[in-house]
């Protein structure tokens, strides 16, 4: 039997609950909110921004992955930072940060200042999302945590979903900077509130900057971040890739290193002998990677087989956001981790995603059954990411929150920029084996489509078989890497022992 998560927590030194905790949540979950759209809003604003600010595709990746590497890459030091400055200051000038950021890149008048501004909003993005996580573990207490970091983690659905829907209404009333410029109220809006209602917290022990694993981290990480985004573009065997992946792989070595032996580490090393912490770490990567992809092969499937602009295929998805915010805000999904425990949760919530995407790919045609199954996997979601997050933070003191955070943060980029690449790989190769021989030269479904001429139906054809063979192996993706996720951790919970738990 999973260790319950109540009494996993009840032997932490946690802060006694603080008044206005719900309304800080939702201050917290705010800033969380506008964090994750611009991971996604930007997508329907390609081609305005090419055209407006000429930009060549080489931009418009950077444009779109600059943010994502900045933010991946500062995770771990911001979750230190956190710790060791203070959790409400960070999240202050994580704030103030992103609304300087946001904008730069709405009053950008080239792409190079557009890829700047971006940059400086993933600075403060880092700390965004390490800081209001780590507010949050400070502000519950062990008995409404569950249903707080359940709050939380919907949030980062919501967002991933609305995005593109977002920018398609924006875009059609107003210029392109308003994507950005919209961040700009929420912002003040929630760096008032969190300067009026936030407490502060740090750890007490948390001792001067340690500047050698903010750089070996940073540096480490945004590499390896970055040979896993231009794998499919570039080619896993291409020189940049390997060397990037192998330079990253070494800095993060020499992070490891230096961590053991500074007095007082960003990091510390200690948190991996723990079974349930290390447990939990594996959980986070093999969860976002099947979960990432599967989402991220669905998107597709919206858009170029079903025929949708990227804001309706974003707004079709919106079921599936919205069951997950309803079952975390009804407190469902809190209590049913509670009830099943933590492993057994992740569990049934990854089998949820996996058969909901197995509905989706091989059901009968119509909205109807992709309804059914965005509900199915709204609520795996629901269950599933919750009950990891809070492994990961339950597994380490409280003190120590920023820390988790940055942890929790930096392997659910690793393991959604894996599972975006490897997914995207699958189908690629699929679709590039089911192309006529005139067309096996096409990088792309729209290069493919222009190519076509007249066979434009045999192109569209071997998409969709393409979408559905690596939605297939999305599916079992999921369900592999949730069974595994969970068997790690209740192995590791039960060999620590009530005692150690």
């Not at 950008?108 to 880092?126: D, N, P, S």
């Not at 009333?173 to 917290?201: Q, Y």
């Not at 409280?398 to 393991?415: C, H, I, P, Q, R």
């Amino acid at each position: 039997m999973s260790a319950d998560p109540a009494t996993v927590d009840a032997g932490r030194a946690a802060p006694a609950p603080v008044p206005h905790r719900w309304l800080i949540l939702a201050v917290l979950c705010l800033a969380q909110l506008v964090v994750v759209l611009d991971n996604t809003v930007l997508t329907v604003a390609v081609p305005v921004l090419t055209v407006e600010l000429d930009a060549g595709t080489a931009d418009v990746q950077w444009m779109i992955n600059a943010y994502a590497l900045v933010l991946s890459g500062l995770l771990l030091s911001a979750g230190g930072a956190a710790d060791r400055y203070g959790r409400r200051r960070m999240l202050l000038l994580g704030l103030v940060l992103f609304g300087l950021g946001s904008t730069a890149a709405g009053l950008a008048g080239t792409a190079e200042q557009l890829i700047a501004a971006r940059a400086g909003m993933g600075v403060g993005g880092a700390l965004l999302v390490t800081a209001t996580l780590a507010v949050a573990m400070q502000v519950f207490d062990a008995a409404e945590r569950s249903r707080a970091i359940g709050v939380w983690a919907a949030t980062s659905a919501l967002g991933f979903a609305a995005g593109p829907p977002i920018g398609g209404f924006v875009l059609a009333h107003l210029p392109w900077g308003a994507i950005f410029l919209l961040n700009v109220p929420v912002v003040l809006v929630c760096l008032l509130a969190a300067r009026a209602l936030v407490p502060e917290s740090r750890d007490p022990a948390g001792g001067p900057l340690d500047l050698g694993g903010v750089v070996l981290s940073t540096a480490g990480l945004t590499a390896i971040v970055w040979a896993i985004i231009s794998g499919p573009e570039r080619g896993w065997t291409s020189v940049a890739v390997l060397g990037a992946g192998a330079a990253g792989v070494l800095l993060l070595a020499s992070f490891v290193g230096w961590e053991r032996r500074v007095a007082h580490p960003m990091l510390d090393m200690r948190f991996f002998r723990d079974r349930r912490f290390v447990g939990a770490v594996s959980g986070v990567v093999l969860i976002t990677f099947g979960a990432t992809g599967a989402l991220f092969l669905l998107t597709q499937h919206l858009q170029f087989v079903r025929g949708y602009p990227a804001w309706e295929a974003g707004l079709r998805m919106a079921p599936f956001a919205l069951s997950i915010v309803v079952l975390n805000v009804a407190g469902v999904a809190a209590s049913v981790i509670r009830r099943l425990g933590r492993p057994a949760a992740i569990a049934v919530g990854m089998t949820l995603l996996a058969g909901g995407l197995a509905l989706v790919t091989h059901g009968p045609a119509g909205y109807g059954t992709l309804l059914a199954g965005l509900v199915v996997m709204g609520a795996g979601c629901a269950l599933a990411n919750p009950a990891i997050v809070e492994a990961v933070m339950s597994a380490i003191p409280t003190d120590k929150a920023g820390a988790g955070a940055g942890v929790d943060g930096t392997m659910t980029e690793v393991g959604s920029s894996l599972g975006v690449a490897v997914l995207g790989a699958v189908l690629n190769a699929r679709f590039g084996a089911l192309l006529p021989a005139a067309l096996a030269g096409a990088g792309s479904f729209p290069a493919a489509l222009a190519a076509a001429g007249p066979d434009r139906e045999v192109v569209t054809t071997a998409f969709a078989e393409a979408l559905r063979t690596g939605q297939t192996v999305g599916a079992v993706a999921v369900l592999a890497g949730g069974l595994v996720a969970a068997a790690l951790l209740h192995r590791a919970e039960r060999m620590a022992g009530p005692t150690s738990a």
